[in-house]
């Protein structure tokens, strides 16, 4: 097996008496696509941003390919994030910038790329996110928010990073063009060699990408195991999940 | 309500508990300004600097800003000099409304009326912003996209405010002794050209420095607070309504805080 690129090792985090995350670990190796699933609430996206160094864990470890890179600032931590993108849930765009140079944004700044070439590689990566190029000058209020997930979706991947977190990359998309989306993380990971760790509560979604599922719940991975044995996971949790029912063991706070 | 460290028996708050409480938030919310001007400051004198935000925040912030300015301005100045030829009246003293008039636009109220106008425009529009920014997660992509939002976000409104906010007062100047020119020429009967003669006679290099190195200064407060503010601002529209407001008062205070301090240390030196 090849060595991970990200490892999350006993990563805690708590705001306050809400303890989110109480001891997560998990990790991924290039060229492989993990999906997390969770219930709403129940710390994904937050643990996404204690990866990336958005939160600091209050305790745990992440390794990041074989770096320490818990309490990285500046330089190092900028040498992690180029290698990395990052869909947010609520796609993040920026609303004073157009569409293309929010995709571009990273060739813009952090490249010092000429503008009609990152204005050409932006439409290019549109394309893929199956959006044409009259979108690329609009701003991000003047489209769909189907259609600014997939903006967001093309600026995590324009660089080609060898790492990228999705977070509900599908939610809010008609069918087709989620299957896109889903084509599109495919070839991230097969293609180019990836390593993708994606949320969402979408289990065609979860089928399609995965190579490996795991769940979170109450602060833990409490299973995890490759896709094809989402079905016959032998627990409790993960089926009622899976078959989304609202009897069984996962009961919402009340 | 029912914490009991901060209610004595009788439901009000304990006045100890709740002195030491504000006295120890106001110290670390100070130190926590502190640190956050200091990242700004470093992030506005070392390059790279980023010039386009730079520009545009020029524009914002010191373009747009003149109709207020100079609105405000020609008020004052009037006011001030229609008030001065009332109060003088009492001991004859009218004729000195000219030389009151520009010493008090230039030293003092020049400044400090631009300075509050921009607490209420561009602070509480810098925090909203932010904050907003801050509540859709786009500082968080900003960094993870390898952009420091001290240079690409804070540091440029810094500079441009303290470029801009003088521009500003020079302005308020020009406009605010035209306000006292007018209310003297076509209310109080003054001759123009002695009025003209007499401002310009008693205007000195100092009081105008005066009043715009105290613009730098409520630039850079302007700024800062309008950032930090929004840099905190938590989630929802009410999130970013408090960070406006917070902002806001935040900035007009300490600008007149700053101003008295200023006007104090000129004075001391004799300036
Ligand atoms: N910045 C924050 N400050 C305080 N609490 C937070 C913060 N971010 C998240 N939380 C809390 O952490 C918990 C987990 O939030 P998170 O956004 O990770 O959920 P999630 O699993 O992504 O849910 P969803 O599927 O609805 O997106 C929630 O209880 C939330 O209130
Ligand atoms: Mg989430």
Redesign the pocket.
């Known amino acids: 097996m090849t060595k991970p690129l990200l490892e999350l090792i006993g990563v805690e985090k708590s ?1 306050g008496p ?1 303890h ?1 995350l109480r001891g997560v670990d998990i990790d991924v190796a290039p060229g492989r696509s993990l999906v997390i699933l ?1 219930g ?8 996404l941003k204690n990866a990336l160094g958005l939160m600091t864990p209050d305790a745990g470890k992440i390794v990041f390919d074989g770096e320490d890179v818990t309490h990285d600032q500046g330089k190092e931590r900028e040498a992690m994030r180029a290698r990395v993108g990052m869909l947010f ?1 609520s796609g993040a765009l920026f609303d004073s910038l157009t569409v293309w140079e929010n995709v571009a944004f990273r060739l813009l700044n952090a490249d010092k790329m000429k503008r009609s070439d990152a204005k050409d590689q932006a439409i290019e990566t549109l394309k893929k996110v199956r959006l044409g190029a009259s979108v690329a000058d609009l701003r991000p209020a003047e489209i769909s928010g189907g259609m600014q997930k997939r903006v967001a979706l093309a600026r995590a991947i324009i660089t080609k990073p060898d790492l990228i977190f999705f977070d ?1 990359p599908t939610t809010g998309l008609d069918p087709i063009t989620a299957d896109a989306i889903n084509d599109l993380i495919i070839e991230q990971v097969k293609a180019l060699g990836a390593a993708a760790v994606s ?1 969402t ?1 979408d289990m065609a979604s979860a089928r399609k990408v995965a190579d490996e599922i795991a769940m979170l719940y109450e602060g833990k991975i409490i299973w995890r195991g490759p896709a094809s044995e989402i079905d016959h996971s032998g627990n409790d949790h993960v089926d009622q999940f899976v078959h989304g029912r609202a009897d069984g063991p996962i009961q919402p706070a009340l | 309500m029912s914490d009991a460290s901060t209610t004595s028996s009788g439901g009000f708050p304990n006045p100890l508990a709740w002195l030491g409480r504000g006295t120890l938030g106001l110290l670390s919310e100070i130190g926590r300004i502190s640190i956050f001007s200091g990242r700004t400051g470093l992030a506005a004198f070392s390059p790279p600097w980023n010039l386009t935000q730079l520009w545009k925040q020029i524009v914002a912030i010191g373009f747009y800003s003149l109709p207020v300015v100079g609105l405000s301005a020609v008020f004052i100045g009037a006011a001030l000099a229609l008030n001065i030829y009332t109060g003088g009246n009492r001991f004859g003293a009218e004729q000195f409304v000219p030389n009151i008039v520009v010493l008090g636009i230039t030293r003092e109220l020049g400044a400090t009326i631009t300075g509050l106008m921009l607490a209420g425009r561009v602070t509480a529009g810098i925090a909203a912003e932010i904050g907003a920014m801050k509540v859709t997660e786009q500082i968080d992509a900003l960094k993870t996209l390898s952009a420091n939002p001290f240079r690409y976000l804070y540091a440029p409104r810094f500079l441009a405010a303290a470029l801009t906010l003088p521009i500003l007062v020079l302005v308020a100047d020009i406009i605010g002794v035209m306000g006292g020119w007018l209310v003297s020429v076509y209310a109080l009967d003054f001759d123009s050209t002695t009025y003209i003669r007499n401002t310009v006679d008693f205007l000195t290099m100092e009081d105008v420095s005066v009043g715009l190195i105290k613009a730098v200064i409520f630039g850079m407060v302007i700024a800062l607070m309008g950032c930090y503010q929004g840099s905190k601002s938590s989630a929802g529209a009410t999130g970013v309504g408090r960070a406006a407001t917070l902002s806001m008062v935040g900035a007009a205070v300490l600008v007149l805080a700053a101003n008295y301090v200023l006007s104090t240390f000129f004075v001391q030196i004799g300036i």
């Open positions: 705001f809400n989110v969770g709403s609430g129940s710390g994904k996206s937050v643990m849930q509900e949320i509560h």
